[in-house]
């Protein structure tokens, strides 16, 4: 089945790590994607992991996937006012063809305190 | 800078009034896509083109359309909006042959 879960709050003060967990059931899932959306505004492309790897780092971002236990997570070091945001998790899977869709979480709400 | 555009960004229309929502991109995608988004949820497939395939999603209403007149464009059409349809709207694109997704700004609709 097609089931991504995330926490829906995470609060953090400015400078600290933030961790955004998010389990997905599907393991033929090959790409694993972290967006955010900033209020009113659409979706925008962080990182992806493939699903051949267990960690991706891009500057402040690091995504780790466990493949076994279907666990991805983004951390996003010394977290600023800026990262305030809502941030989902999207599996690729495929649905047919050479059609592939994204089945998103329904996101994390992350606060950043001063 | 190559783009996903989607306009217009806030779309007010009445119950029963049809309504078209345009996309365009200019980064020469094979597949566009339409996501419905309602308040605090995860954005929600309705349908995608591959080229000139459309592809629909097996719960999208038949209320939605949607046209691809060429790469560029897209477009979806609301036949008889319902106070249940006012959501964010967000258009997205990719590459035929990988997975990731490129989202525009995205439309709000409000049905009054």
């Known amino acids: 089945g097609e089931d991504v879960e995330q926490s829906l709050f995470l609060s953090v003060r400015e400078g600290d790590s933030s961790v955004i967990n998010c389990t997905y059931t599907?393991?033929?899932?090959?790409?694993l994607y972290w967006y955010k959306q900033e209020p009113g505004a659409g979706l925008q492309l962080l990182t992806y992991i493939f699903s051949n790897m267990d960690m991706k780092q891009d500057q402040r971002l690091t995504v780790l996937l466990n493949k076994k236990d279907k666990h991805l997570s983004l951390r996003i070091a010394d977290t600023q006012t800026g990262d305030s945001a809502i941030y989902f998790c999207?599996?690729?899977?495929?649905?047919?063809?050479?059609?592939?869709?994204?089945?998103f979480g329904k996101g994390t709400l992350l606060t950043v305190n001063p | 800078d190559a783009m996903v555009i989607q306009n217009p960004r806030y779309q007010v229309t009445q119950f029963g009034k049809p309504v078209t929502l345009s996309c365009s991109q200019t980064l020469n995608h094979n597949v566009m896509y339409w996501y419905q988004q309602k308040s605090s949820q995860a954005p929600k497939l309705l349908f995608h083109?591959?080229?000139?395939?459309?592809?629909n999603e097996a719960d999208t209403p038949d209320n939605f359309q949607s046209r691809r007149p060429n790469t560029s464009f897209c477009f979806l059409d609301i036949r008889s909006p319902g106070l249940g349809d006012a959501a964010m709207y967000l258009c997205?694109?990719?590459?035929?042959?990988?997975?990731?997704?490129?989202f525009g700004p995205g439309t709000r609709l409000l049905v009054l």
């Open positions: 997205a694109t990719g590459p035929g042959t990988g997975r990731t997704q490129y």
């Open positions: 999207a599996e690729s899977i495929e649905s047919g063809g050479s059609n592939y869709k994204l089945t």
């Open positions: 083109y591959y080229d000139k395939d459309f592809n």
């Open positions: 599907d393991s033929s899932s090959t790409y």
